[in-house]
């Protein structure tokens, strides 16, 4: 019988608790059912990846999933997404509808004779809800100014309940619903840039990761429209929102991209003249130029590109396209800065660095453009506020 010495046997317990550990570590890295990170301080945070609703508002954490079925809010500022079980009674508890001071509350209406985007479809949802986009068709073919706040606090209703798939749905196929939506968002409306502003929002977080929404309107044939209003806008908030929407109709659905790409996406690249905050104005052409590098990203949709060769030469046009225009921009930023924020540069440095990657005979960079790349994050050093960015120009070189 082998005797151990103290001293061995204790190396040997050492050596069965590293590899428990490992083997546990390896577990929890690898287990679908949670979500693991990083907080401030450098500490594992691990939570569970579905959320757990309950009949209170709670955060919902970065990567986890929600179950059909929730009241979900968003907070537009800071992107803080809250969610909560829905009412048990929908039609009751869900939405107060107001109305104008001249209308009954209740006066029935008969849209099925009106033509839109989604006619024909007659689902049934809260009647709180399907007031509300009564009062937004009637108002957006009426254009009766005098009631901006009324609408106003109509379409905050509407963007509070919009993110449950049923209303999303409903506003969707509802004839007239969409399309007064994008009636109201449209700048020749002459509607004031909140509403506008408010209806893309409407309008977004009903088509966002909703597969039949988005296949309903873009068989309508609502692209157009959602481009025109990005490429027609003048105000920074409003246009920023407008992005939003486009991306939300977009994304994931091929038959979009394959139209953006190759008839809207050049459209895009003229300057986008709007007025407001320079913070603002630089967040809404940050959103723009994201959208941009997600649709000529081929990682992001590898099958669609991989089944049609003849995309694969559109895509490759739209990115020789946008690397001129975004290797300009960032030449003039880098030679004379417009803002001492870094956000807009970095966004141009980052999709570059994608459209390089993926299309290198169609994106190559000049040797005066890596060299002021080079000469910038060495300028930035060590400033924590520029840490992403000196990263994206370094890339670059």
Not at 305 to 326: D, H, I
Request: charged share 25%.
């Amino acid at each position: 019988m082998v005797r151990l010495s103290v001293y061995s046997r204790l190396a040997i317990a050492v050596l069965f608790a590293a590899v428990a550990a490992a083997t546990a570590d390896k577990r929890q890295s690898t287990d679908d059912s949670q979500v693991c990170t990083t907080d401030a301080n450098g500490h594992q945070v691990c939570y569970p990846r579905l959320f757990n609703a309950t009949d209170e508002f709670q955060a919902v954490l970065p990567g986890q999933d929600l179950p059909p079925g929730l009241h979900v809010q968003i907070n537009m500022s800071s992107g803080e997404r809250l969610a909560k079980l829905m009412a048990p009674e929908p039609g009751k508890d869900l939405a107060v509808a107001a109305v104008p001071d001249d209308k009954p509350a209740n006066s029935p209406k008969d849209h099925s004779r009106q033509r839109g985007f989604g006619s024909g479809y007659k689902p049934a949802a809260a009647e709180g809800f399907q007031t509300h986009i009564d009062s937004v068709v009637e108002l957006s073919a009426s254009m009766d100014h005098s009631q901006t706040d009324f609408l106003h606090n109509t379409l905050l209703a509407m963007e509070d309940l919009v993110h449950d798939t049923r209303h999303a749905d409903e506003l969707i196929h509802r004839p007239k619903g969409a399309a007064s939506l994008l009636r109201l968002s449209d700048t020749s409306a002459m509607w004031p840039a909140t509403i506008r502003q408010l209806a893309s929002v409407v309008l977004g977080a009903a088509l966002q990761n909703n597969p039949r929404a988005q296949e309903s309107l873009f068989a309508d044939g609502a692209l157009p429209l959602f481009i025109d209003n990005v490429v027609r806008e003048t105000d920074a908030r409003a246009l920023g929102k407008h992005v939003f929407a486009l991306s939300a109709l977009v994304r994931g659905n091929n038959q979009a991209l394959a139209e953006f790409a190759g008839e809207h996406l050049r459209s895009l690249r003229a300057p986008l003249t709007v007025v407001g905050d320079r913070r603002v104005r630089d967040s809404a052409e940050v959103r723009a130029v994201r959208l941009v590098e997600d649709v000529l990203n081929s990682e992001l949709h590898p099958d669609f590109l991989e089944s049609a060769e003849k995309m694969k030469k559109v895509f490759a046009a739209s990115a020789s396209a946008w690397c001129g225009e975004l290797t300009d921009r960032l030449r003039k930023e880098l030679v004379e800065p417009r803002s001492e924020y870094y956000e807009r540069p970095l966004a141009y440095a980052h999709a570059l660095q994608v459209l390089r990657s993926q299309y290198p005979d169609e994106c190559s960079l000049s040797s005066e453009l890596q060299h002021l790349a080079r000469s910038k994050a060495t300028q930035i050093g060590n400033d924590e506020s520029a840490i992403d960015y000196r990263q994206a120009l370094s890339e670059l070189v």
